[in-house]
């Protein structure tokens, strides 16, 4: 007997597989905004959830947090299933109204209203950058702070925290990219100055979107003298 089954297919997962594991080994897309194969599984968004169990005797779990036991029965696409997954889209699109992750699946599932006030923040509370920032960049610079409707992510007392060494692994991994996604310079988080400068030297430099955590001009490599000709032209 196999191991699990999936949506009526039937195989032998490796010892320590998750339900959402089996399911992308046989081909079957579940939404999962905050998972990433190379960090611990946090089940912060709860798209991924699915059904498992058969007849009256079935609940919803999040299938990036649950582990495949013996005999495990899982249904990806119920009604049930869909409509939760609908459900919590329309929270997650009230909290973030536009991440563009967030509206893309939203046209992709036909979901044309929602019945919650808007928040307009600029994050889902999902935690994958925490893990992140802990587990691949060893920094632990940011973590959960509050909880209930004051729940957010920020460093230690929202100061400067001293453990950030500004690598933007957070803005990289973000699963609905508000910030990373809102263009060439938005204020207070892209520098922006090599962009006006005739010869761009911070993305040079750094490789990567380092100068993009900082203040404008904070990284010190750009030419100034260029910027402040482009300006006066
Ligand atoms: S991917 Fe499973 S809870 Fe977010």
Excluded at 57 to 68: G, P
Excluded at 126 to 155: S, W, Y
Aim: aromatic fraction near 6%; glycine fraction near 10%.
């Amino acid at each position: 007997m196999p191991n699990i089954t999936i949506d009526g297919i039937g195989f032998d997962a490796p010892e320590g597989w998750t339900v959402l594991e089996g399911a992308r080994f046989l081909g079957i897309d579940i939404p999962a905004l905050c998972y990433h194969e190379g960090l611990s599984p946090g089940g912060g968004c709860r798209l991924c959830v699915v059904e498992i169990g058969e007849g009256e005797n079935t609940k919803m779990v999040s299938s990036c947090t649950y582990t495949i036991e013996k005999g495990l029965v899982v249904h990806t696409a119920t009604e049930k299933v869909i409509n939760a997954r609908r459900m919590i889209l329309e929270l997650l699109i009230s909290q973030c109204p536009t991440s563009k992750t967030l509206q893309d699946l939203a046209a992709k599932w036909g979901l044309q209203q929602v019945r919650f006030t808007p928040k307009w923040e600029d994050c889902i509370c999902c935690g994958l950058c925490v893990r992140m920032c802990e587990e691949q960049m060893m920094a632990k610079a940011i973590g959960f702070v509050n909880r209930g409707n004051e729940l957010k992510i920020a460093t230690p007392f929202d100061k400067t925290s001293e453990d950030c060494r500004k690598c933007g692994a957070c803005m990289y991994i973000c699963p609905v990219c508000t910030v990373r996604c809102e263009g060439a310079a938005p204020e207070g988080v892209l520098c922006g100055r090599c962009e006006n400068s005739l010869q761009p030297t911070c993305l040079e430099f750094y490789d990567n979107f380092s100068c993009w955590m900082g203040l404008k001009g904070e990284c010190g490599t750009c030419v100034g003298e260029k910027f402040e000709e482009k300006k006066e032209d």
